[in-house]
């Protein structure tokens, strides 16, 4: 059974950084596609960054290009996003997701496995 818990949420100020850690109990994580989404209410869950299943490749929302950053460490069974220049706008709830798959999916329909979320709030 697979788990993703997400750490790292809180508040901040406009300007100020995060970094979110996921944590996974799966077993073959290295073999995993990880990504993370946020979303607000009354809207779809939007696709933030993506991290192919060695690290090789990431991929990013235009909206974050420059601010956020995607890693992996894989002797921790761990995912991380680093943000930085926050804005009120990246105020949403984050959630981690993983696939077992060669390519890097940037859907959320795309992703089997989910963590529960944690909130972010940028105050202005």
């Known amino acids: 059974q697979v788990q993703l818990t997400e750490s790292g949420g809180g508040l901040v100020q406009a300007g100020g950084s995060l970094r979110l850690s996921c944590e996974a109990s799966?077993?073959?994580?290295?073999?995993?596609?990880l990504a993370w989404f946020r979303q607000v209410p009354g809207k779809e869950r939007e696709f933030v960054t993506a991290i192919s299943w060695n690290g090789g490749k990431t991929y990013a929302a235009d909206s974050v290009k420059g601010r956020f950053t995607i890693s992996r460490d894989d002797a921790k069974n761990t995912v991380y996003l680093q943000m930085d220049k926050l804005t009120p706008e990246d105020t949403a709830v984050y959630y981690c997701a993983a696939r077992h798959i060669s390519w890097v999916p940037q859907s959320f329909d795309q992703y089997d496995h989910w963590g529960p979320g944690t909130q972010v709030t940028v105050s202005s």
């Open positions: 799966i077993s073959a994580f290295n073999r995993y596609a």
